[in-house]
C-alpha cells in the first residue's frame, strides 16, 4: 500500500542514488527502508528529508542517540504514526535499548497520555512560575 | 479557567493534604502546581494520578530523570497540552536541560511529526525486517 | 481573540437572527455562546453547523442527552479543543453531570488514551475475533 | 476489517440503493468505495453523510475542485487516517495533480507539522496583530 | 505485526499467568485479547495495566458499562488507535451496544470531531460563564 | 507566555540579526512574529526553520501562494495549533482570501474531520484501487 508510485529501479536517478548510497554508507549496512524509496518519487524531497534527518539523527550531537530515538518514538506513538514506530522502535534497539528500558519508555509515553488528557479535559491554567518569556525582558 | 470548582481550601479534606504533603515532601519544595489543584475535586483521581507519576517521574527507575522529562515534553507537544508543555519544560530546566538541549529536543519533536506526516501522506508499507512480533514464536 | 471578524449586529442579517432565535428557543435561553457569534460571518455554515447539533444533541434519539454530552466531551479532550471542552463540561452540568460522574469521565478518558499510546507504542495486531465486517457477507 | 457487518445486499434498502445511485451518477462512475459500503448499516447516516460529501466536494463552489481535495488529504493526514488519505489522493489523482504538486503539498504538509510543533513546544504567545475578532466591534 | 517479541508460553511467569488467570475470571471466557499477549514482555506493565483497567472499565462505578466503553471508543477514535477501535466497539456490543446505538455514537464522534474544527478554525475565545474554576474560591 | 527566554535585543547576536533582516526583506514588512522571537534562543534552529519556510512559502512554487496557505491552516487546525492558525489565517488574508473562501475552507476543514472520524470508527478497510504502490513496479 502507498500513495505514490513505487519504481522499479530508482538508482536509476542519479540524485535518487546518491540519497541511497549516503544511507548505505553512513548506516553502514546495504538495507534501504520503505520510507525512501517511497520518497523516491521527487528527489528534491527525498534529498532534503534525508538530510534533516542525517543531521539531527545520524550524527553526534548534544543529546545522546538512544535518547534521540526515543523522543522520536514518543512523538511517533502520539501522532498515530504506525510506520514511523516501527521503524524507530527498531533504530532504538539497533543502539542498545533493552527491554526493560523499552517498558519504561512505553509506561512514560502512556503516562503522559494520561496526564495530557487530565489537564486538557479539567483545562487548567498554566501557573506564573512556569512561564519564563513572559514580559522578563523588553524587545529592543 | 477550569472545568472544575477550585476549592478555597482544599486540605481541609484529610485526603487531599495527604497527596499534597507528599508532593511538597518528593519535590523538597512548598509550591503545588495548578494540574493538582485542579485534581483536588475528587481526591481518589487525586491520589491514583500523583501516585503514578510519584512512582514513574520522581523515583530513580531505568531511565535517567532528565531523559524520561524530554519524553514527557515530546508528548505533551504531540498532543497539544498547552499546560504539560509548560511545567514539563520547567521540570526538565530543573533538572538540568541546557539551552542548548532544549533547542535539540525541539529540533527531533518538530523533525519527527515532519517525517510522522510524510510517513503517513504517502502510506507507507512496514518493512517486513521491522516486525519483531510476528509469527516467530507461537503462543502455547 | 479570533480568527473572524465579530459583528456588532449580528442578528441584523435574518438568516442569523432566525439561527439565533432558534438556539434561544431550543435551549430557553437568551444566552447565545461565542461560538455561534464567531460562524455568523457566514450564514450557510452558522445554518448547517446549527442544524446538526440541534438534529443530535437536542432532540430525544437513541443515546440519553447525559452519554451523548460526555462523548463529545471525550472527543473534544482527545482532540485538544479548549473551547469545545469548556462548552460542553458546561452542557453536560446543565444536564445533571455530578462531580462524581465529571470525575469518573476524565479518568476514563484519561485510560484510553493510556492504552491508545500503549497500543499504538507496540503496534498491536487485531484480534482476528474483533472483525465483524471481513469476509462474512459477500456483497452483490 | 471494519466494525460494523458488510451487508451481502445493501442495494435491497431503496434508501441504500438511492444513495449509491447518486453515487454513481454524481462520480460518472459504477464503482462504490468501501466507506459507503461500511456507511450502508445505517441509511440516515449514509444519507446525511454523502449529502454533506456531495454539495461540498462535488457541486462547484468558491474553491476550485484540486484545492479542495488537498485541503482534504492534509487534514486526514494530520488526523492520521489511513483510509482518507488514500482515498483522497486518489481523487486529487484524479482531478489531475500530478506527481510534483503532489510532492509539494506532502513538503508542505510536512513543513506545517513541524512548525506546529515547534510552535507548541514554544508556548509563543499570539502577536496582537493576528487578532482580527477582538474588541473590535461591539455585539449588540 | 508487533514491536516487541510474543512470548512462545508467556504464561510460564507467574506474574503474567496470575494477570492472565484474572483476565479470564473477570470476563468470565479463556480468550485474552492480544493487547495482554504484548504486554507480558514486561509483567510490571501488564500488571499495572489490567489493574487499572479492571478497576475502571470491570468494576460497577458511577457510570454504567456501555456509557463507559462509548466514551472509550469515543477517545480511541479521536486518538486514531485502530486496535482500541476494534477491540472497544466488540466489547461495547458485548456488553448490549445495537446498530442504532453504534450509529448514534459514531454521528456524536463525527459531529464533535467536526465542531472542535471549526472552533479551533475561529479560534473562538472561551465564554466567561463556562468557567467554573477562575476567582470564585481563593486558596487558602 | 513562553518556554524560552525573550532576549532584549536578539539582533545584537549577527546570524539572528541576518535571519530578521531577511524575513523583512522578503515580507517587505518591517513586523516580525512572536514565533521567530521565541525561535531567537537558538540561532541554528532559527536560521534552518526560516530558510524551509522561505523556501516553501516565500518562493514561487508549483501551487499558488493562496492554495499553500489554505493547507498550511489545514494542518495547524487538525494538529490544534492555537498560533499556527493565527498566523497562516492572517497570511491566508494578506494573500487574498476572501470571508467566503475562508467560510469554505473551514467548511471542508470540518468535513474532512468528521469523515476521518467516521473512517476511523468504521475501521473501514483500504479499496485495492485506491493503492497505486503495491506490487506494480518490483524494485531492482
Request: glycine letters at 4%; a negative charge.
Amino acid at each position: 500500500m502507498a500513495t505514490t508510485r513505487q519504481l522499479a529501479n530508482p538508482e536509476s536517478d542519479p540524485r535518487v542514488k546518491a540519497v541511497f548510497d549516503d544511507i548505505r554508507a553512513t548506516r553502514k549496512a546495504d538495507f534501504i527502508n520503505n520510507l525512501w524509496h517511497a520518497l523516491a518519487f521527487d528527489p528534491a524531497l527525498l534529498e532534503s528529508t534525508w538530510a534533516e534527518v542525517k543531521r539531527l539523527m545520524a550524527t553526534p550531537t548534544q543529546l545522546d542517540p538512544l535518547t534521540k530515538e526515543m523522543v522520536y518514538i514518543a512523538v511517533s506513538v502520539a501522532n498515530a504514526c504506525s510506520y514511523c514506530v516501527h521503524s524507530h522502535t527498531a533504530a532504538a534497539k539497533g543502539k542498545g535499548m533493552t527491554d526493560a528500558q523499552h517498558a519504561e519508555l512505553l509506561a512514560i509515553i502512556a503516562l503522559a497520555a494520561k496526564t495530557n488528557h487530565l489537564a486538557t479535559g479539567l483545562q487548567v491554567g498554566v501557573d506564573g512560575v512556569f512561564d519564563v518569556g513572559g514580559a522578563a525582558e523588553p524587545r529592543s
